[in-house]
C-alpha cells in the first residue's frame, strides 16, 4: 500500500511539474502540421510567427520552414507588418472561396503557347511563377502529353528577336511584383535614357509587357499625373508603408492616351500613309489602330488613315516598309520621315 501511495504521489509532482513547463512538443507530421497551420489562417484573419509556434508547439525557425513550404506549394499567402510591429501572416481575401482549377487539352495547349512568346522574362520572379505553374500541371499529367505541349511550345518560341535582360533586377521585380499585389507605394530610383538620376514615388497600377519589354505604370505623385516607367531604368525600389487604392474609373489606356505604341510623346495628328502593291498585303491582314481606315487603289496600293501620337514608333514602324511606304500627311511626319531618311544616306 505504500508503494502505491509512493507512485501515486510521484504521478501526481509530474503532472504538476508537466503544467508548470507548458504542453509538451506535438509529434506529429510537417503534413499534419501544415493542415493545422492552413486552418487557423483559414480561421481567423491571420497570425503571427509566435502565435503559429504556440498553437502548433514547435520553434520559431520550423514555423518559418513550413510558411515557406506553404508558398512554394502555391498558396496565396501574405504578411503584414502591424502598428505594433508585429508580423501577421494571412491568406489573400477570399482564397478559400477559390474553387480548384482544371484545364482541359486544348486549354494546355494555349497555356504553352502563351508560355512560348514570353522568353523575354528569363531571370525574373515571373519566369519562376511560371516554371512553378508548369511544374504542377506537368505532375498531373501524363509523360507522354507533357512531351508533346513542350514541342508545341519549343517551336511556337520566337527566335533571334531582341530582347531586354531582366536577371539583374529579380529582386527589384519582386518587389514591385509585392507593392502590385498589396497595393503599396513606392520610391523608384529612376535614370531615364541620356539624363541624371531621378527619384518618383509612385502609386504602382499596372504592370505593361510591350515588344519583349516591362513597364510599371501608375500615378508618380510628383508630377501629380499617370506616367510609364521601364523597369530596365529603374536602379532601386523602395517600399513604403502607406498603401493606395486604384481609382475607379482607372483604365490601362490611360496611361498610353493616343500613342501609336507605347509612349504618347506629342500631339495626335491625323496620318494618311500610301504602301504599295508589294506590301499592301501586309497592312491589310492586321489591324494596326482601332480607328484605322483603308481605301484600296486599283493598281494593288492601299491607302490607310488613322490619328495617332508618338512619331518615333510610328516613323521605326513605317522605315520597315522602305522603299513601298509614303506618308501623304500629316505635313511636320513627313518633314521627320524625310530628314530620318537623309540622315541615314548621309552615314552610308
Known amino acids: 500500500m505504500e508503494a502505491y501511495d509512493g507512485l501515486y504521489e510521484m504521478r501526481g509532482c509530474l503532472m504538476i511539474l508537466k503544467s508548470k513547463l507548458g504542453r509538451s512538443p506535438k509529434k506529429y507530421s ?7 497551420m492552413i486552418r487557423i489562417l483559414e480561421a481567423r484573419y491571420g497570425a503571427t510567427v509566435d502565435d503559429l509556434a504556440e498553437e502548433c508547439q514547435v520553434t520559431r525557425r520550423t514555423i518559418y520552414r513550413d510558411l515557406q513550404a506553404l508558398l512554394d506549394a502555391g498558396y496565396p499567402l501574405i504578411n503584414e507588418r502591424q502598428s505594433d510591429g508585429f508580423v501577421l501572416y494571412r491568406f489573400m481575401s477570399g482564397f478559400s472561396k477559390i474553387p480548384p482549377i482544371t484545364f482541359s487539352l486544348e486549354e494546355l495547349m494555349t497555356l504553352y503557347l502563351c508560355r512560348g512568346q514570353l522568353a523575354f522574362l528569363h531571370g525574373t520572379p515571373f519566369q519562376d511563377d ?10 498531373n499529367m501524363p509523360p507522354r502529353s507533357v512531351a508533346h505541349l513542350e514541342r508545341i511550345a519549343e517551336a511556337s518560341s520566337p527566335k533571334f528577336l531582341g530582347f531586354k535582360d531582366y536577371s539583374q533586377q529579380h529582386q527589384l521585380l519582386q518587389d514591385l511584383r509585392q507593392a502590385l499585389l498589396l497595393q503599396y507605394q513606392c520610391l523608384i530610383h529612376y535614370r531615364p535614357a541620356k ?3 531621378t527619384q518618383y514615388l509612385i502609386d504602382p497600377y499596372t504592370l505593361l509587357f510591350f515588344k519583349n519589354g516591362l513597364y510599371i505604370g501608375g500615378y508618380a505623385h510628383n508630377r ?6 521601364a523597369i530596365e531604368r529603374i536602379e532601386k525600389v523602395e517600399l513604403q508603408t502607406e498603401r493606395f487604392e486604384v481609382p475607379e474609373g482607372y483604365r490601362v489606356e490611360m496611361l498610353t492616351g493616343t ?5 504618347a510623346e506629342d500631339e495626335s495628328q491625323q496620318l494618311e500613309l500610301l504602301f504599295d502593291k508589294e506590301v499592301a498585303h501586309l497592312i491589310r491582314e492586321r489591324v494596326w489602330h482601332p480607328d484605322q481606315r483603308i481605301e484600296e487603289n486599283k493598281d494593288g496600293s492601299l491607302v490607310i488613315r488613322f490619328s495617332a501620337s508618338g ?3 510610328i516613323l521605326a514602324w513605317l522605315y520597315s516598309f522602305i522603299p513601298h511606304v509614303r506618308v501623304l500627311g500629316s505635313d511636320s511626319l513627313r518633314k521627320k520621315f524625310l530628314s530620318g531618311l537623309q540622315d541615314a544616306l548621309a552615314l552610308q
Do not use: M, N, V
Open 311 to 313: 512619331d518615333k514608333e
Open 259 to 263: 500613342a501609336f505604341g507605347l509612349i
Open 224 to 229: 501629380k499625373a499617370l506616367r510609364l516607367f
Open 195 to 197: 539624363r541624371e538620376q
Open 30 to 36: 510537417q503534413a499534419a502540421r501544415l493542415h493545422d
Open 130 to 139: 511560371l516554371e512553378a505553374i508548369f511544374a504542377r500541371i506537368r505532375s
